[in-house]
């Protein structure tokens, strides 16, 4: 495996900086002069890897959908069934580690300013796309084939719904309370008899022990 490059690395790192930058100060208060901070480099050295705020938000874009990435590979490795794999989708998505006050906050900031840029707009399309995927996956599972890709697109939308909500307000976000929402309207979704409902909880709680393992803060540290 060739080995990366340094200016990779330190794009990596930028990138991490920024992210770490929009959780801090919001998207108006973070500057190329505060990520330069963050990550211990001057602005001049942050402005010749990315030529503008414009790039560096498309790069904390990428940056906070692989956060979500990892954290589902992760899970992915210890899910056994397709109900164990589609609740280490719902834990990816809801674990304390990434669904809480700070990041749903700068999320938040950060939707906003997709209609704006046309870059950001791709990489939200292709985050939404594959989330969409792979809830289609585990669903065809539980579902007939052609009420898929319906029920897939409102599992979606109800998970960005969550945490827009979760971002526009000053509180804590419970994970809990997204999480048994995500589950009722799951089950109400797929129609689940009473034998299914329990593989459902079963794969939930396998899922909700594994996350407290698997998940933990190094994810935001740059990969």
Not at 88 to 103: D, G, L, M, Q, W
Not at 206 to 216: F, M
């Amino acid at each position: 495996m060739q080995a990366r490059s340094i200016r990779s690395i330190r794009r990596s790192e930028l990138s991490q900086a920024a992210f770490e930058a929009v959780i801090r100060y919001g998207l108006r208060g973070t500057t190329l002069e505060k990520v330069g901070e963050i990550a211990g480099v001057s602005k001049g050295v942050v402005l010749h890897h990315f030529k503008d705020k414009s790039a560096l938000l498309e790069a904390v874009f990428r940056r906070s959908n692989s956060v979500l990435s990892m954290s589902l590979l992760r899970l992915y490795r210890h899910a056994e069934s397709p109900y164990e794999r589609f609740w280490a989708i719902a834990y990816a998505n809801f674990s304390e580690t990434i669904y809480n006050r700070e990041v749903c906050q700068a999320w938040v900031s950060l939707l906003a300013e997709v209609p704006h840029n046309a870059m950001c707009q791709r990489v939200q399309a292709a985050n939404n796309a594959r989330i969409k995927s792979n809830l289609s996956h585990e669903l065809r599972h539980f579902l007939e084939g052609d009420r898929v890709p319906e029920v897939a697109n409102l599992l979606g939308t109800l998970i960005d719904g969550i945490w827009v909500r979760a971002g526009l307000f000053a509180i804590t976000p419970d994970c809990e309370k997204a999480l048994n929402e995500f589950e009722f309207t799951t089950l109400y979704l797929v129609g689940a008899s009473l034998d299914e409902q329990k593989h459902h909880k079963d794969a939930r709680e396998k899922i909700k022990t594994i996350a407290k393992i698997a998940l933990s803060p190094e994810l935001f540290r740059p990969q």
